[in-house]
Nanobody
Framework: QVQLVESGGGLVQAGGSLRLSCAAS????????MGWFRQAPGKEREFVAS???????YYSHSVTGRFTASRDNSKNTVYLQMNSLKPEDTAVYYC????????????????WGQGTQVTVSS
């Protein structure tokens, strides 16, 4: 079992930055793929970024160049640094853990956090 707890969300003006954290329990953290997803009101959950156990990262087109995923295996924590935030980035952000065949597919992740709200004002 893996438990995930996100933190770092909040209200920020457009152009600002936030860093989300996701702390994981369990001794297998270093072997897991960690994903970040988001869900805006009335929309489906969408892929944001993922970081493999090899630290290879993938990003959605909408955040490439603005968001950076990283992980610290010594702290069992994954991060999402979000820069140049836009109002359309407003959503609940979730971290996920697992060993998905495709890291951008939400249903392939076994474990999910409770989510943290990010609101970007214009």
């Amino acid at each position: 079992q893996v438990q995930l707890v996100e933190s770092g969300g909040g209200l920020v003006q457009a152009g600002g930055s936030l860093r989300l954290s996701c702390a994981a329990s369990g001794r297998t953290f270093s072997l897991l793929t960690m994903g970040w997803f988001r869900q805006a009101p009335g929309k489906e959950r969408e892929f944001v970024a993922s970081i493999m156990w090899t630290e290879i990262t993938y990003y959605s087109h909408s955040v490439t160049g603005r968001f950076t995923a990283s992980r610290d295996n010594s702290k069992n924590t994954v991060y999402l640094q979000m820069n140049s935030l836009k109002p359309e980035d407003t959503a609940v952000y979730y971290c996920a853990a697992g060993q998905p065949s495709y890291s951008n597919v939400a249903k392939l992740y076994a474990y999910w956090g409770q989510g943290t709200q990010v609101t970007v004002s214009s």
